[in-house]
């Protein structure tokens, strides 16, 4: 059989596009694996036997079985990102995000594959440490967007803090919508339940005494 490995000899390095791709086909791969036949059961090999890779080639990638999930995850937190981009001024962010996000453009419904992800992680640590670095990961990019927004400095403490809130946004109603289909129960529309929760995140809390 040829794979993906045989295809590439001789030729010039992979580009940036073509390597996301292929770590795209990894994880989707990972995914239905380890939801077929689960975590424990799956070896890296096997993952890359899917894929036509070696073994070696998957390690050079991924440095866990755990990890080949990552790309598919960071893809979901990506469009809201670049969604939040586009920010404007005058324009309450959870308004913002109901009028204007979609979903990445994904004939094989990456959004799918990456809510798999997240009901695993409930009862894998393996998966729910990537699930916690990908949203740890994405802090700092949601800094730089607020701090433009806002005219302030990425590092500023203020910035930091609404950033760190704005990825527990994102991570706690993927994980309640996860639980959710898991159970078979019917689903509030994701991305209004991702607007409640940004505006939870971004709206100052009471004061002890305060009216709710």
């Not at 073994?55 to 809201?80: H, M, Y």
């Not at 969604?83 to 979903?103: C, Q, S």
Request: net charge neutral; aromatic share 2%; glycine share 6%.
């Amino acid at each position: 059989m040829t794979t993906l490995d045989d295809t590439r000899r001789g030729r010039a390095p992979m580009s940036d596009r073509r390597r996301e791709l292929q770590r795209l086909e990894i994880s989707r791969a990972a995914v239905a694996l380890f939801r077929e036949h689960g975590v424990h059961a799956t070896s890296g090999e096997r993952i890359a036997e899917e894929v036509g890779l070696s073994g070696r080639t998957l390690w050079r990638w991924f440095r866990t079985k755990e990890s080949c999930v990552e790309p598919v995850l960071a893809r979901s937190i990506d469009a809201v990102v670049a969604t939040l981009r586009r920010w404007p001024a005058g324009v309450g962010l959870d308004e913002h995000l109901l009028a204007e996000h979609r979903p990445p453009d994904d004939p094989r419904d990456a959004a799918d594959a990456a809510l798999a992800v997240i009901a695993l992680s409930r009862t894998e640590p393996g998966l729910r440490a990537v699930w916690l670095a990908v949203h740890e990961r994405a802090e700092p990019v949601l800094a730089e967007v607020i701090a433009a927004r806002t005219g302030r400095d990425p590092g500023d403490l203020d910035v930091r803090v609404h950033a760190a809130a704005v990825a527990a946004a994102l991570r706690i109603s993927g994980e309640d919508l996860a639980v959710e289909l898991a159970a078979g129960l019917r689903c509030a529309d994701p991305v209004d339940r991702l607007g409640r929760a940004l505006r939870a995140a971004t709206t100052t809390l009471p004061r002890a005494g305060d009216p709710a």
